[in-house]
T-cell receptor
């Protein structure tokens, strides 16, 4: 089944403890991105990756890192999480940067205390 | 810059009555527009998309939207609401200036009363 998977789905952590949220797609997509969803704000893009080794900042990149060493994986790294990073995170992918349709993962609900 | 404005944060309808969720967009070029739905504690599902073909777009589950350039609108409609339609709906525009960023509206929560 074609899909985008994220792990973990739920995570509660403490301020400053490094964490990684994984994202993997099995559709051979070139383009991947991360969004965060906050009430009343919709989704906002954190980072995106045009293809392997090429990443760039979205609208809200502060406090996040990403890497794209393989086409299928695009992990989101929080080096020192803070409470304002408590949010619902979505990974998305599309065939290439110009594709209209993007496929979303199921989401990761992160709470930082 | 591309942007969308969803005109209602909450909409309440009775089962079997029409649904109208309003969205206006701002775009410096011919836009690609989408509606996504998010059911409680679920991920995002694409309802329909407009990519400069027919202005009336049909989506899944009986939803449709009409692109009106003169009004810069892309309202979502459904003739008859079902209880299972209760969810949050997002109007979205593509911004190709930096990658392929999806710019989301703030969302409209649809409540369906029995």
């Amino acid at each position: 089944e074609a899909q985008v998977t994220q792990n973990p789905r739920y995570l509660i952590t403490v301020t400053g403890k490094k964490l990684t949220v994984t994202c993997s797609q099995n559709m051979n997509h070139e383009y991947m991105s991360w969004y965060r969803q906050d009430p009343g704000l919709g989704l906002r893009q954190i980072y995106y990756s045009m293809n392997v080794e090429v990443t760039d900042k979205g609208d809200v990149p502060e406090g996040y890192k990403v890497s794209r060493k393989e086409k299928r994986n695009f992990p989101l790294i929080l080096e020192s999480p803070s409470p304002n990073q408590t949010s619902l995170y979505f990974c998305a992918s599309s065939l290439w940067v110009g594709s209209y349709e993007q496929y979303f993962g199921p989401g990761t609900r992160l709470t930082v205390t | 810059a591309q942007s969308v404005t969803q005109l209602d944060s909450h909409v309440s309808v009775s089962e079997g009555t029409p649904v109208l969720l309003r969205c206006n967009y701002s775009s410096s070029y011919s836009p690609s527009l989408f509606w996504y739905v998010q059911h409680p504690n679920k991920g995002l599902q694409l309802l329909l998309k407009y990519t400069s073909a027919a202005t009336l777009v049909k989506g899944i589950n009986g939803f449709e939207a009409e692109f009106k350039k003169s009004e810069t609108s892309f309202h979502l409609t459904k003739p008859s609401a079902h209880m299972s339609d209760a969810a949050e709906y997002f109007c979205v525009v593509s911004d190709f200036s930096r990658g392929n960023k999806l710019v989301f509206g703030a969302g409209t929560i649809l409540r369906v009363k029995s």
